[in-house]
């Protein structure tokens, strides 16, 4: 918390993505995994996997899954279904 705490994030980038600049390098990552392996299965595990936020940011780019501690899971498992219906 001390990145939060001094200003410099507006939220812990160990709990939730930072998407203005790890987020850039998952963006980057998927396009050209994707366009060299159109059935690439992409995703991410850890803490961030069961982040709300970072779940929808998983969703926006077109990852297909997100792995999370079992303690994690009922509310991963939440944001996924509403990140999913808020992408229709």
Not at 29 to 34: F, I, L, Q, S
């Amino acid at each position: 918390t001390h990145y939060v705490d001094k200003g410099i994030y507006a939220r812990d980038p160990f709990v939730s993505l930072d998407v203005e600049g790890v987020g850039q390098l998952i963006e980057i990552a998927v396009n050209k995994g994707r366009a060299t392996r159109p059935d690439i299965k992409l995703g991410i595990c850890g803490e961030h996997g069961g982040d709300p936020a970072s779940i929808a940011f998983c969703e926006k780019v077109g990852l297909d899954y997100v792995s999370a501690s079992p303690y994690r899971v009922p509310i991963a498992r939440l944001a996924a279904a509403q990140a999913a219906l808020a992408s229709t």
